[in-house]
């Protein structure tokens, strides 16, 4: 077979049986290819973890279905640590054909273990040199030392010099690689068997991504000096020159190593490392050092920018894709747009047809990519989370790690991930100590406050909450009851919304309180900023930088860092600057009239309303409730007059639908 995933898919022929119950201890049917492959067969899948919400979606979605007389072909998953499905409901077991699956039927000789920590979307790899090396029977470290090497292309034995190392952490992370700790734990090892690495904090720098930077930023201006020095004087290494690192370590690196330069540049491009100033600035910047340092301002954000835009053309990704790789341009394209508003009008405007043209192709591609694969982000594991109302489970798994932890989630309403980086930047700059740990996530379609910020504090898809769908009334309800069902009572659970501005003695007061665990915060000051947006793009980052420069952020941060709480920032969708394609003449036809998007609950309706707008979208009620149904405007345009210009939200743009996931911490410098 030339995938995994084909002694999978092979079992699911349509109209075999309406009910399939499939027993998957790995978390197989999870992955983002069978997912797409069952969908293609014309199968739906609901996961069995939850009892209520699993018979509440089943019996509304798939009874009543076939009392009507409907086929559908519908899978039930049961994540079990056996191949056991007694755990599901008599009605089921009666009524519905078993598989089983896992993960030692497929690697066979491999070590399970090792195999099962590794995540799905790297099965591939392992499966392709299963295939071509056909390694027999393989133990635990055998195994992991196969994965390390045809996986992640990384052999311990030809690592041998600092250059190696070097590259071998900068592929890593730059890519953002999710290598479970087993295979660190080998690698590490194998690696201390000699005394090469010894001044290294090898652990850190694998594991810790922001680290990893955060020591590599240190050691670029030495690198700047003994560049300078030795072109100079011919003398390499001037010890006088070394500052105190708080990042322990060697200090010279060899940034300009052919493997490592390529590396470095793209960090710099997409803000990763940030340039510095430099005695020699103006002689370095003639040289390849030059994007790491800082010259005229504005000349460097436009030969940044410059740099990113061609680095985004050549890796969009495709329609296949994995969603971590739309992750990882999302970040780069939100520094594009950072930049973009950074710079000056002259240089913003000289770059603007090549944002224009590659704007049109990145949607197009995304548009294509999420046909394909949004459905089955609904169901992915929640580690990491990849959904918003992945979210508070991802945030029990916090507390499950430390039964005394504390956890705050702060849902900034309405924060693009280009305005997140001035936010950042802001806060950075009042408080150098805070440090951020950046991911991403996935804000539902259609992106409205009411579906995807209340999906949020729900940790449930909107089709378990059609009463509320138009409302955040529930919001504080919902919170509660999600934690409550994990153990916790309601002392020890807050909620506040309508934050942004003003006192903080509410939240001082809420928090005080011992037996609090769990607090849940709305602030919605860029919500308002955009709604009221008049300036397009450019306003709208800049009123949220001189938002984010006000004391009310670094104080709130202030007050749940000082007592004890691990604080995560997101949002829960973002916006984009878009042009009128007329207003629809729709009298009491739409639910909800949104600028991006309207929904209705009579498909004819919405179809009539299509016609009309022949290149807006119908999108399937994915995840939703059956009688909400979202017709989305065009690429970049609005339900509003031809020709209007305004900032709005709830379509399917990378800047509305990839939101960021932040941990902050307070660091010791």
Not at 475 to 502: C, H, R
Request: one cysteine or more.
């Amino acid at each position: 077979m030339s995938s995994w995933r084909d002694k999978i898919l092979k079992e699911f022929t349509p109209k075999v049986s309406r009910l399939t119950l499939v027993a998957d201890p790995d978390g197989l049917l999870l992955e983002e290819g069978i997912l797409e492959g069952i969908r293609e067969r014309g199968f739906e899948l609901i996961p069995f973890e939850d009892h209520i919400a699993f018979r509440y979606a089943y019996e509304s979605q798939f009874r009543s279905r076939w009392d009507r007389g409907e086929q559908t072909d519908l899978v039930v998953v049961l994540r079990t640590q056996t191949s056991d499905l007694g755990a599901l409901p008599y009605d089921l077991l009666h009524a519905g054909r078993r598989l089983a699956f896992s993960l030692g039927e497929i690697f066979p000789n491999l070590s399970y273990p090792v195999v099962t920590a590794l995540d799905r979307g790297d099965l591939d790899a392992l499966y392709e040199a299963q295939k071509r090396h056909a390694p027999g029977q393989l133990g635990d470290n055998a195994t992991k030392e196969f994965v390390l090497r045809h996986v992640f292309e990384i052999a311990p034995e030809l690592i041998r010099q600092t250059k190696d190392l070097l590259h071998m952490l900068l592929r890593r992370h730059y890519r953002n690689q999710r290598i479970p700790k087993l295979l660190d734990e080998r690698f590490i090892q194998l690696l201390r068997q000699n005394s090469l690495f010894n001044d290294w904090p090898i652990e850190s720098l694998l594991a810790d991504r922001e680290s990893f930077f955060a020591f590599l930023q240190e050691r670029w201006p030495v690198f700047l000096a003994n560049e300078t020095a030795k072109s100079s004087t011919g003398v390499h290494d001037n010890k006088d020159l070394y500052g105190v690192m708080s990042i322990k370590g060697p200090i010279d690196l060899p940034f300009d190593h052919d493997d490592i330069r390529v590396y470095i540049d793209n960090l710099f491009v997409e803000g990763f490392l940030h340039p510095v100033s430099h005695d020699s600035a103006n002689a370095l910047s003639k040289t390849w050092m030059s994007i790491g340092i800082q010259t005229a301002p504005a000349e460097d954000k436009s030969r940044r920018l410059v740099k990113l835009i061609a680095s985004l053309k050549k890796s969009i990704p495709a329609s296949d894709a994995k969603h971590t790789e739309w992750f990882q341009f999302a970040r780069g394209w939100s520094e594009m747009l950072y930049l973009q508003n950074e710079s000056s009008d002259a240089a913003a405007g000289d770059m603007h047809e090549y944002v224009q043209s590659l704007l049109s192709e990145v949607d197009a591609g995304f548009t294509t990519w999420l046909l394909k694969r949004y459905a089955g982000l609904v169901n992915l594991p929640p580690a990491p989370p990849v959904m918003l109302h992945h979210l508070p489970r991802f945030l029990v798994r916090q507390l499950d790690d430390d039964r005394k932890a504390k956890i705050a989630l702060i849902v900034v309403d309405g924060l693009a991930m280009n305005q997140w980086l001035v936010v950042r930047s802001a806060l950075s700059s009042r408080q150098p100590a805070l440090r951020f740990r950046e991911q991403s996530v996935f804000a539902w379609i259609p992106s409205l406050t009411s579906v995807s910020r209340q999906a949020a504090f729900a940790g449930r898809a909107p089709v378990f909450f059609p009463d509320s769908i138009q409302t955040t009334d529930k919001e504080p309800a919902l919170w509660s009851q999600f934690w409550m069902d994990q153990g916790l009572t309601p002392n020890e659970v807050v909620y506040i919304k309508g934050l942004g501005g003003g006192s903080l003695e509410t939240i001082s007061e809420a928090i005080s309180h011992q037996k609090v665990r769990i607090v849940g915060l709305v602030v919605d000051k860029v919500d308002k900023i955009m709604h009221g947006m008049e300036l397009g793009a450019a306003g709208m980052h800049n009123q949220v930088g001189q938002w984010a420069k006000q004391p009310y952020l670094n104080t709130l941060l202030d007050i749940l860092l000082d007592r004890g709480f691990h604080v995560y920032l997101t949002s829960d969708h973002g916006n984009i600057e878009a042009e009128g394609c007329g207003r629809p003449s729709e009298g009491a036809m739409a639910d909800l009239r949104g600028e991006r998007v309207r929904i209705y609950s009579d498909a004819t309706l919405r179809r009539k309303m299509k016609a009309r707008f022949s290149a807006s979208l119908e999108w399937d009620p994915i995840g939703l409730p059956n009688d909400y149904l979202p017709l989305l405007a065009p690429s970049r345009r609005a339900f509003v007059n031809e020709k209007k210009r305004l900032v709005s939200h709830g379509g399917i743009s990378i800047e509305e639908l990839i939101v960021p996931l932040v941990q902050i911490e307070r660091v010791s410098l």
